[in-house]
């Protein structure tokens, strides 16, 4: 780090303290004023349509918004491999980047099913729709995935709109390191083989999991629902944990999908995409 980058990080928390400090010292009623009419709505840095974001957090402002420049193969996907008609699961959806970016570009005529488990970036969510006017496009689903269904906890890393690193059941990160949640909030997980004829929702074409370590009990509760003929592809991003990788590549590819890309992301993460062979795919109406 340069020394001007220094001086610049420190000059930001210094004015992040300043700022604490008088808002801390405001009368309740001028703190609640001020909140409410002083929204932060900023675009997503995505040149080809527009989406906005409502911005209440440090991560919404310097990873959210950047979501497309971030992943830019998760956005080229997006981009090449959906079609009008088509239906994507967006599996941790947090905020709902992915899901409106999608929403916008393809005026909705991709339908997209959001699951997002956390109650602090589901309510975000859910905000970031109607200010895009997607809510007829996007459906919004508070549900946790799992192996079966069954009640569990989710841990929360931090109670920050926009973060994630959160966990499913153990209290544990990606790599089995233990950590003291900062909330825990017991919910009822569903598999997904289970969850769509449940609640007769669409069968998905297009599916991405980033879920944060929880992408091997997802895919094992959804064997017949990767099997089905009319699902294209499947995004999901796999950890530095090679053994683990292997047995997520083992489940879609006995599911009928191959391994097409890998795209390496900072942090030893990595997005992998599984195609279905054209000639298997059914025609989606």
Aim: charge should be neutral; hydrophobic fraction near 45%; charged fraction near 20%.
């Amino acid at each position: 780090m340069t020394p001007m980058v220094r001086l610049k990080a420190l000059g930001l928390r210094l004015a992040e303290a300043l700022v604490g400090m008088v808002v801390s010292v405001l009368p309740d009623r001028i703190r609640v004023i001020v909140s409410e009419r002083a929204p932060s709505v900023r675009p997503l840095v995505y040149s080809k349509t527009r989406v906005l974001l409502h911005v209440d957090s440090w991560i919404e402002l310097k990873v959210r918004l950047k979501s497309a420049t971030r992943e830019p193969d998760t956005v080229r996907w997006i981009e090449t491999h959906f079609r009008d008609g088509d239906v994507f699961y967006d599996i941790g959806a947090n905020v709902g980047a992915y899901s409106l970016i999608t929403a916008k570009l393809y005026g909705g005529r991709v339908r997209v099913c959001a699951f997002e488990p956390s109650a602090l970036n589901f309510a975000q969510l859910v905000r970031n729709l109607a200010l895009n006017e997607c809510g007829d496009t996007v459906t919004p689903l508070p549900i946790a995935l799992a192996e079966s269904t069954q009640p569990l906890v989710f841990n929360y890393r931090n109670v920050t709109r926009g973060a994630a690193l959160h966990s499913l059941g153990d209290a544990a990160g990606e790599h089995g390191e233990a950590f003291v949640p900062a909330l825990r909030q017991h919910l009822l997980a569903y598999s997904l083989d289970a969850l769509v004829p449940h609640y007769h929702l669409p069968d998905p074409n297009h599916i991405k999991i980033d879920v944060d370590g929880s992408e091997e009990r997802i895919l094992t509760g959804a064997t017949a629902t990767l099997s089905r003929q009319g699902l294209k592809s499947v995004l999901i991003e796999a950890s530095g944990d090679t053994a683990s990788n292997e047995r997520l590549r083992v489940l879609l590819v006995a599911a009928g999908l191959r391994f097409a890309e890998r795209h390496d992301m900072p942090g030893g993460f990595s997005n992998w995409l599984f195609l279905r062979e054209p000639h298997a795919t059914e025609h989606h109406d």
